[in-house]
C-alpha cells in the first residue's frame, strides 16, 4: 500500500453492535495491507471482544487527512493480544468520505522533539491536518507530536500525525496529517475554519 494514504498510527473507529446498543470503540493502524488492517484493541473495552469474533460484520470510521472514510468490514482476526484484524478495501469499500474545509490561518505550530521544539508557522489548517512552513528539513513519513495554537489564551491543541510533502517546489512547505487527536479538539479547529469562512464571506 505505498501510494495509499492509509498508514500506521492512523485512528479507527469500529462500531461495535452488542444487542439494541451500538458502542464506538477507538483503534489505531499498526500495519495496513492491501486488503486487511491491523488495529490496536484498547485493553479498556475487552469486554466488548466476544462481540467482534472471526466473520463478524462490522461498520468502521478511518480518520485522514483528506476526510472520513466510512467503510462496511468483516472482522478476519478476533481480538487477541490487543489487536484486532479487518477486511478493508479502499477501492470497493467506502460508502462515504467528509472532506474537511481547509481554510488560511496563520499561527504558531510546535513540532516536539527530544533535542528541542521545532517552531513552525501554518499556512492553513483543517479538521484533518495542518500545512506549515520551517527552514528545517523534514522526512516525508516522519511521525512527530505536536501542539497547535489555535487561539491566544487557550491551551494549545496537542496532536500527533505523519509528515507529508505535497508541493515539491516549495522546499519549506510540509503538511501534518493528524493520525491522533481528540475529537472535542478536531471539533475546536472545524469550528475555526467556519468563522474564518463566515469572515470571508461577510468580506467579499
Known amino acids: 500500500m505505498a501510494s495509499s494514504p492509509i498508514k500506521r498510527g492512523q485512528k479507527v473507529q469500529v462500531e461495535v453492535e452488542t444487542g439494541s446498543r451500538k458502542t464506538i470503540i477507538d483503534c489505531y493502524i499498526l500495519e495496513p495491507d492491501s486488503d486487511r488492517l491491523t ?5 479498556s473495552k475487552n469486554e466488548f471482544a466476544p462481540y467482534l469474533s472471526e466473520g463478524t460484520e462490522i461498520k468502521a470510521f478511518l480518520y485522514s487527512f483528506t476526510g472520513i472514510m466510512i467503510f462496511d468490514s468483516i472482522v478476519f482476526d478476533s481480538v487477541f493480544d490487543g489487536k484486532l484484524v479487518i477486511e478493508f478495501s479502499e477501492k470497493h469499500q467506502v460508502i462515504q468520505r467528509r472532506k474537511y474545509v481547509r481554510m488560511p490561518y496563520i499561527t504558531d505550530f510546535f513540532l516536539e522533539r527530544e533535542s528541542g521544539n521545532i517552531k513552525t508557522q501554518t499556512v492553513d489548517i483543517s479538521g484533518g491536518g495542518v500545512r506549515f512552513l520551517t527552514d ?5 513519513e516522519q511521525h512527530f507530536k505536536a501542539q497547535l495554537r489555535l487561539n491566544n489564551f487557550e491551551p494549545m491543541i496537542k496532536v500527533e500525525g505523519h509528515i507529508l510533502k505535497k508541493n515539491f517546489y516549495k522546499t519549506n512547505e510540509y503538511v501534518m496529517e ?3 487527536i481528540e475529537e472535542k479538539d478536531r471539533e475546536k479547529i472545524i469550528q475555526k475554519c467556519r468563522m474564518i469562512e ?5 468580506n467579499s
Do not use: G, R, Y
Open 178 to 180: 493528524f493520525a491522533q
Open 136 to 140: 528545517k528539513l523534514l522526512a516525508s
Open 198 to 202: 463566515f469572515e470571508q464571506i461577510k
Open 39 to 43: 488495529l490496536s484493541f484498547p485493553e
